[in-house]
């Protein structure tokens, strides 16, 4: 198997029929052998009812998981990673449309340099065509405040400039909304952290793969719509806003920073 396509599902009824559709069409001209893994985490709509019926359409490529119980972002795309047959895992939320000749660009930069390129990741927007902010430096404590309290205008300056990068460029982290990475470095790697039930996993993943000695690589040049569901943020207080605070707490411990971001050399992109 080429690329296993990691995907979890809660009540996500509204939009996974699609994000299956786009990634049939976007590969359909293309001789990559694909799977596509799907846990659901206890949804209470018609999620499991519609993988059920999308999995007996196409028993060969998609294998759907059922959880009674929602086990969280990184234990569950730990649980499809570990099943996963793929040489490179693409892992993408349910909400994402996958856009043709977008896989096949993230591959070739992925292969342009193995020595250091640990995780690709294409430009993200909105359905209406605005640039998604889903790339950052790591953050400290200040930068998640100034962030939650200002996102839509953090986007939009950022995104003003964003609009003309033309060139690959490495990161510090990319949301994992869409991530292409090569099974052997994600062994090497390590799953992700399941002490951190729903956020920031992704950060804590792609700090690891900096001190592993590889990049974070920006693709801007292809891009996938993101129907972003932002279920932590707002300021009525929910579950997912608590464990994203829990998580943000245990990652600042984890890697002992809170004000002074972690620095890496980062070197020119051959």
Not at 96 to 122: C, K, N, T
Not at 194 to 215: K, M, N, Q, S, T
Request: with cysteine.
């Amino acid at each position: 198997m080429d690329v296993s396509f990691i995907i979890l599902t809660w009540n996500s009824e509204r939009y996974v029929e699609a994000c299956l559709s786009h990634i049939k069409a976007a590969l359909a001209s293309t001789s990559m052998r694909y799977e596509i893994r799907i846990l659901d985490n206890g949804s209470r709509d018609s999620t499991p009812a519609l993988l059920r019926r999308l999995a007996a359409e196409d028993p060969d490529r998609i294998v759907p998981r059922f959880e009674p119980e929602n086990q969280g972002t990184s234990g569950s795309r730990n649980i499809l990673s570990a099943a996963a047959t793929g040489t490179y895992l693409c892992v993408m939320d349910s909400d994402v449309e996958l856009r043709p000749g977008v896989l096949e660009g993230l591959l070739r930069a992925l292969e342009s340099d193995r020595e250091r390129i640990g995780i690709v990741a294409p430009k993200i927007v909105y359905p209406d065509g605005r640039w998604q902010k889903s790339i950052d430096r790591f953050p400290t404590l200040f930068d998640k405040i100034h962030r939650f309290l200002r996102l839509r205008q953090i986007e939009a300056r950022e995104g003003l400039d964003a609009e003309s990068w033309d060139e690959p460029r490495y990161v510090d982290y990319a949301i994992s909304a869409f991530w292409l990475v090569r099974r052997d470095i994600w062994n090497e790697v390590g799953q992700l952290d399941e002490r951190i039930f729903y956020a920031p996993e992704d950060v804590d993943f792609c700090l690891r793969v900096w001190r592993h000695g590889y990049r974070i690589l920006y693709v801007p040049t292809v891009s996938v719509v993101h129907h972003t569901q932002e279920i932590s943020r707002g300021l009525i207080l929910n579950r997912a806003k608590l464990n994203h605070v829990k998580g943000l707490l245990y990652y600042f411990m984890k890697h002992r920073y809170v004000l002074r971001r972690p620095r890496f050399q980062v070197g020119e992109i051959h």
